[in-house]
């Protein structure tokens, strides 16, 4: 009978409200929950017990969701949000609990709800002690007779995170004082915190994003629901009415605080962006397809370039069209750009914060911020909303305002403030989310035909930017961002109009790089350079009679390298191994000028008397090399045919040379 239920015979004023809660805490169970939430809707009880309540609610997810509604809809929206914000510190601080592999179907049942409008902020996990000690015991006749045998399971870390952003989103709009932003802020960092650690998890973005979206008021109509593995509750379109707030203070807010809250809500997306990519998994759909993050600049150049393109190949923007996990990442963006565009965070304010050095002084600062100045934008995060800005009209033919950029001082001021200096031996150990966004930036300011900018006159500038991709090109661990970034690398050293710092850096490379595939890369600038001063183009026509011939066209170029190229290949067989790639592409080089008259004539005369004793070394070690490892593999013997060629070239080159001076004589 009702009367003999504890819950109802205890209620106030049969007990105060301290005494009541802790009846409450000891015969709480999923079965009360239907009483609970009757007795909830008086408004001064929630008022005054609803936010020492939510602790015991959130174990009892997903059958408590219509009580927690109720403390955030009824109770004190100050002291319950300070609540909320506890319980998402102690869900990132808690030891990850490992879930059983089946889990229960009533417990299945919860996730489809915060999907759009009970999807806030920023994931995290819920200490233990809140899900296991914290609970009421739940004794077996609340449970179905066939589930009498079963613990109940706590609910899920994602699930708990999404219930807690549900609150803070009906929370925070109830909240009436002249500084709302304080306690917005107060709520992001601990919400921020706690998505880090389930940000790999699809459903904690969408919570987050749907959080945003509420605090931030948009009108736009909500997106149709998405297939999922999980269900996340999804809060009623028809939301009771809230009760005021308790201490409302009905002082007008000032301007300068509504512009404070939303930077504070600009950069938490800035930041959600950041965790999201950075925490999207390189992938290998087959052994032909490698996906890194969106693969941005990899479709890119497909779309550029589709004639590279291998026809017996899945292309990159093909997987991202076929497959639904990578076509989620693509629409998981476009909500984001939505957001962006909600909150008046335009594609040129992400340019100028992008230009910008990182400022570290206020980065672990614990202040609250008085202003919107205050308040910084993650830099990564700004950098994935400008590409996929970009991509939404380059890809998807969205209309979109995109800035102006250029080479210099926008990309490479980004290149900057984004992988530090080249000294630093880190450059190429960011995350390939990073890279491939650096990389498709710069490859669309160059592919696009977009202007180069003003060069700077230090070189020194220059020449950073320019280490900075070939270091890229070197240590990146992905074949398809080092290969962006030697293309950018190459276009950006061949794009500087002096050709004196174009030969000092390559002279640079081969004579002090510790990097053999990237002082391979430096052989081939070379290469590109004679070539281009040999061959004329539509923007290189044929040089006047009376203009002085490029360095390139002259064998100044190649008696400066030459002791650069030719290097003794008497170093041991494991150095001789490391140095193949290296090796190999002198060879090609060789082989190069030996097959052109005109080369041959103009910058090869004096490396072809010289070069028999090198080529004959290279024999040597080669023998040597193969003996000493195991398994010489390909590359040995593509080093022996090269050297092989290059020996019967130069034989034949130098019996033509003698049969003509025999010729002259006679």
């Known amino acids: ?41 008086d408004t001064a009880l929630t008022s005054n017990i609803g936010w020492d309540l939510v602790h015991l609610l959130v174990p009892l997810l997903p059958e408590s969701q219509a009580c927690l509604q109720d403390v955030a809809r009824m ?42 409008q009970a999807t806030s902020t920023d994931a995290g996990k819920l200490s233990q002690e809140t899900t296991t000690s914290s609970a009421p015991s739940t004794t077996t006749t609340d449970l179905p007779d066939d589930d009498q045998t079963k613990p109940r399971q706590p609910p899920s870390r994602i699930s708990q995170f999404c219930a807690l952003l549900d609150l803070l989103a009906i929370l925070h709009p109830r909240i009436k004082t002249q500084h709302p932003s304080r306690f917005l802020s107060t709520s992001l960092q601990p919400v921020l915190s706690a998505y ?15 959080f945003i979206k509420t605090l931030a008021g948009s009108k736009r109509p909500r997106l149709p629901p998405r297939k999922s593995s999980t269900q996340i509750l999804v809060q009623s379109e028809h939301t009771p009415n809230s009760a005021p707030d308790p201490e409302a203070n009905d002082d007008p807010v000032a301007p300068e605080e509504h512009a404070l809250q939303t930077r504070l809500l ?21 052994p032909d397809e490698v996906i890194t993050a969106m693969s941005w600049s990899s479709r890119l150049q497909e779309q550029l370039h589709p004639e590279k393109i291998v026809p017996s190949r899945r292309s990159v923007r093909k997987a991202f069209e076929e497959d639904d996990n990578l076509h989620r990442r693509d629409s998981i963006m476009g909500q984001m750009l939505a957001l962006a565009r909600d909150l008046g965070l335009m594609p040129d304010e992400l340019v100028r914060t992008l230009e910008d050095p990182p400022d570290t002084d206020n980065e672990d600062s614990d202040n609250l911020p008085s202003s919107a100045s205050d308040v910084p934008l993650s830099h990564p995060g700004c950098l994935y909303l400008l590409c996929a800005t970009i991509t939404s009209n380059v890809f998807f033919h969205a209309p979109s305002s995109i800035p102006q950029l250029s080479v210099f001082p926008t990309f490479s001021s980004m290149l900057s403030n984004l992988l530090g200096e080249p000294s630093s031996g880190s450059i190429g150990t960011e995350s390939p989310s990073l890279i491939d966004s650096l990389l498709f930036l710069g490859l669309y300011i160059q592919d696009n035909n977009k202007p180069m900018g003003q060069i700077p006159e230090d070189d020194q500038y220059y020449t950073n930017a320019l280490q900075r991709l070939a270091l890229l090109s070197a240590n990146t661990p992905h074949a398809p961002l080092r290969y962006h970034a030697h293309l950018l690398a190459s276009q950006l050293l061949h794009a500087h109009p002096n050709e004196n710092v174009r030969l000092s850096y390559i002279q640079d490379t081969l004579q002090h790089c510790p990097y053999e595939n990237l002082k391979a890369s430096a052989v081939g600038w070379l290469k590109d350079e004679i070539l281009a ?15 002085k011939p490029s360095i390139f066209a002259t064998p100044a170029c190649i008696e400066t390298l ?35 008259d005109a080369l041959r004539d103009t910058l090869g005369a004096a490396v072809l008397r010289e070069s028999g004793d090198w080529l004959d070394q290279m024999e040597s070690c080669i023998l040597d090399s193969e003996k000493a490892v195991e398994d010489g593999g390909v590359e040995l013997a593509l080093l022996a045919q090269t050297v092989d060629m290059c020996q019967q070239k130069r034989r034949d080159v130098m019996s033509d040379r003698e049969r003509d001076q025999s010729a002259e004589k006679t």
């Open 1 to 41: 009978m009702a009367d003999d239920n504890p819950l109802l015979k205890a209620l106030p004023p049969a007990v105060d409200y301290l005494s009541y809660l802790t009846i409450l805490e000891y015969n709480l169970t999923a079965k009360q929950l239907p009483v609970l939430h009757a007795i909830l809707q």
């Open 75 to 116: 109770g004190n929206p100050r002291e319950v949000v300070l609540k909320v914000t506890e319980l998402l510190e102690a869900l990132t601080v808690a030891e990850e609990v490992e879930e059983p592999e089946e889990e229960d179907e009533d417990q299945k049942e919860y996730v489809e709800s915060s999907t759009e």
């Open 196 to 210: 880090a650690t389930l940000m790999k998890d699809d459903q904690a973005t969408e919570a987050v994003l749907g």
């Open 266 to 286: 600009q950069s938490f997306l800035t930041f959600v962006a950041e965790g999201y990519i950075s925490s999207l998994p390189s992938d290998e759909l087959d």
């Open 533 to 547: 001063t040999a061959v004329p183009t539509p923007t290189k026509p044929d040089p006047k009679p009376d203009s």
């Open 562 to 596: 030459a002791p650069h190229l030719f290097i003794s290949p008497k170093l041991g067989s494991d150095a001789f191994v490391a140095h193949q790639p290296f090796f190999l592409a002198v060879l090609n080089f060789y082989y190069f000028l030996l097959v052109s």
